[in-house]
């Protein structure tokens, strides 16, 4: 079977597991995707994985997109510089507008600065009676692409 080759893809995307605390799983595969084995090497997280793994993928200036715990955003920030991808746009991921964002979207590229923009945070959902749409509809265009005319 072909092994990917390195350093060609354009875009890489992710969900590493989140680490958190919290009540373990029933089902073994939905335990591993959120949490790191207990007792691996704490210098080879997930996270670091996944990271390294995009950085060997992706070409020069390639855009690796993944979605992170929120309150994790620093250790996600260090692994990324770690393997030379620089931060370019932060998404906050709201579940409702009075409350803070859990999730983050993240788009970084290879060999880039780190010049980083915060979006307006995306909120899923919003009180009964209110217009959702309105809510939902991208204020800016989605990481990589250009805004459509409405």
């Known amino acids: 079977m072909a092994q990917p080759a390195g350093n060609r893809l354009d875009a890489v995307l992710a969900n590493p597991p989140y680490d958190r605390g919290g009540r373990p799983?029933?089902?073994?595969?939905r335990e591993r995707a959120l949490r790191t084995t207990p007792g691996a090497d704490c210098h080879a997280s997930a996270l670091d994985t996944f990271c390294r793994a995009?950085?060997?993928?992706?070409?020069h200036q390639g855009r690796f997109f993944c979605i992170y715990d929120a309150q994790a955003l620093p250790r996600l920030c260090v692994a990324l510089n770690a393997v030379r991808l620089g931060v370019r746009r932060i998404l906050p991921v709201q579940s409702h507008r009075d409350e803070p964002a859990r999730r983050?979207?993240?788009e970084a590229r290879k060999n880039a600065a780190h010049d980083t923009v915060l979006e307006t945070p995306l909120?899923?959902?919003?009180a009964p009676g209110?217009?959702?749409?309105?809510?939902n509809a991208p204020k800016t265009s989605a990481p990589g692409t250009k805004a459509s005319e409405g």
């Open 25 to 29: 799983s029933p089902r073994h595969m």
């Open 123 to 126: 909120i899923l959902h919003d």
């Open 54 to 59: 995009a950085a060997a993928l992706l070409r």
């Open 130 to 135: 209110s217009d959702e749409s309105a809510i």
């Open 104 to 106: 983050v979207l993240v």
